[in-house]
């Protein structure tokens, strides 16, 4: 995304006239969510003074420091979980842009997980994961993009040292790691739900496509 992002991290690029992750603020807002963190490493302290404390959307942000290099979405959610209670909570990535109703996502999610899929867009042809009817899977005839939009349960990541094992940034404190193998692990439990938004989806990740989604939404 540079030079962009020599100034501005990613989800504080404005689309439509305001930051991407406005966009999912607002619509959090929207479902009542009061309490959100914010996961931040690259330009850190550009975040503060362009959201504040959320309360002109009526939430309470709460910003959860990785320091650099980030800690991956794993590593950041688990870095994150001091900050929020036991109960699910929704993660959205601050990169991307949809139409997709957050009032569709499930309180209570009968797993671990439950995720948004999305049409393979060019860049990810091969897709993330497949959807077994109500139930996501590694693999299927079919294989569906993961939005980067979902609830999830903290037991998500109560086992997360034996799944992952001894990669690289796992002994940092905090620790680095992805996401993708728990939620492999959790998949061969049947502990991943999931549903297909056929919708409009964004993956800002070029210039090219920011630019694209934002004269779209202009």
């Known amino acids: 995304m540079r030079p962009l992002t020599d100034t501005t991290p990613k989800p504080l690029l404005a689309a439509g006239g305001k930051p991407l992750i406005v966009w999912h603020l607002e619509k959090l807002a929207a479902l009542c969510v009061r309490d959100v ?3 931040v490493s690259w330009l850190a302290d550009r975040f503060e003074p362009a959201l504040g404390d959320g309360s002109r959307w009526g939430l309470r942000l709460h910003y959860s ?3 650099a290099p980030p800690l991956e979405t794993g590593g950041g959610m688990l870095h994150a979980l001091r900050l929020l209670d036991d109960a699910p909570f929704i993660a959205v990535n601050g990169d991307i ?3 997709y109703d957050f009032a569709r996502l499930p309180a209570e999610p009968e797993g671990d997980a439950h995720l948004v899929l ?3 867009p060019a860049h990810n042809s091969a897709g993330d994961f497949a959807l077994d009817g109500a139930d996501v899977r590694s693999d299927g005839a079919s294989k569906l993009t993961f939005s980067g939009i979902g609830v999830y349960r903290p037991a998500l990541l109560h086992d997360w040292r034996d799944i992952i094992g001894s990669v690289p940034g ?3 404190e905090p620790p680095r790691f992805k996401l993708a193998p728990l939620l492999r ?3 061969t439990n ?4 999931g549903a297909h938004h056929p919708g409009r989806w964004t993956d800002v990740g070029t ?3 920011l630019a694209q989604l934002d004269a779209t939404l202009g």
């Open 185 to 187: 692990a959790a998949m």
């Open 207 to 209: 210039p090219e496509r």
């Open 118 to 120: 999305v049409d393979n």
């Open 97 to 99: 842009w949809s139409d």
């Open 37 to 39: 963190v914010v996961n």
């Open 170 to 172: 796992v002994h940092l």
């Open 190 to 193: 049947d502990r991943v739900t």
């Open 65 to 67: 420091h990785e320091g």
